[in-house]
């Protein structure tokens, strides 16, 4: 006989009626997984909060009831799938708040994440208000190692136009085969419609921002901003003049939100 089994053997007719509560403020996320968890335990499940449900301390996202074991498990194994996504989910509002409408906020990190839990977190994302692509048109993206392969920007975006002329070309630019600048240039020449400048520095994003209008392109291309951005360093991204700013580990590797599963009644 296990060890739970021997300890909740006196319990066996009982049935223990208990919800999770939310520990601190924040959105809830992971209600996919959650359901899917709960499929699997002999829970009676009375109430599942929705996904995006807003949250104080002590809101409570879930209420059932079940044999001790079960409740026991159902500690171990459902607070694990709701803590990690509502604390993304959290994350990504805070940027959408901060952003007042005032350039779009996408995060795609979750391409960097495990398998296994890229689903929740796309949703954590989504459900949080932020996109997950540069663009919500048809695009070609050529990120660094295609620059790299093709021996620079240029060639890069040409190659790309000459697959559909019309369709958007979205390319990184790290000033790694030329400075920032003359790679911008160059990228719009063949043709780009976004410059992602990846390098993080303020100084490339208003050098650009600034060429562009000066210049007189800057209405042909959307300018987008990465690298390691906090949410306190965003109003400085958006005064700037970027479009479109990459968030990547300040939202992906947000904390996991606090979630407490308690009993209520035996």
């Not at 996904?51 to 607070?79: C, F, I, P, R, Y």
């Not at 700037?240 to 035996?266: C, E, H, N, Q, Y």
């Amino acid at each position: 006989m296990e060890l739970r089994e021997f300890l909740f053997l006196p319990l066996k007719e009982q049935t223990f009626t208990f919800s999770i509560r939310a520990k601190e403020a924040g959105l809830f996320s992971g209600v996919n997984s959650l359901k899917q968890m709960l499929s699997n335990l002999s829970l009676h499940v009375d109430w599942v909060a929705p996904e995006g449900h807003s949250l104080v301390n002590g809101t409570v996202v879930l209420t059932g009831s079940g044999e001790a074991e079960q409740v026991a498990k159902a500690e171990e194994m459902l607070l694990g799938l709701i803590g990690k996504p509502s604390g993304v989910a959290t994350a990504a509002a805070e940027f959408i708040r901060k952003s007042q409408g005032r350039i779009k906020v996408v995060c795609g990190a979750w391409k960097k994440v495990a398998p296994e839990v890229r689903a929740a977190l796309r949703q954590a994302i989504a459900t949080g208000g932020a996109g997950m692509r540069i663009t919500d048109v048809p695009f070609i993206y050529l990120d660094k190692n295609y620059v790299r392969m093709f021996g620079g920007v240029g060639a890069a975006v040409s190659r790309a136009k000459a697959f559909e002329e019309e369709r958007l070309v979205a390319v990184q630019l790290k000033g790694e085969t030329k400075p920032i600048l003359e790679e911008a240039v160059e990228a719009v020449r063949a043709g780009a419609g976004i410059l992602m400048i990846d390098t993080g520095e303020l100084d490339d994003l208003h050098a650009v921002t600034k060429a562009s209008e000066s210049g007189g392109w800057r209405d042909e291309v959307q300018i987008a901003f990465a690298g390691g951005l906090t949410l306190d360093e965003l109003p400085k991204v958006i005064d700037a003049g970027a479009d479109v700013v990459d968030v990547g580990r300040s939202i992906i590797d947000a904390p996991m939100l606090d979630f407490s599963l308690d009993i209520i009644k035996g």
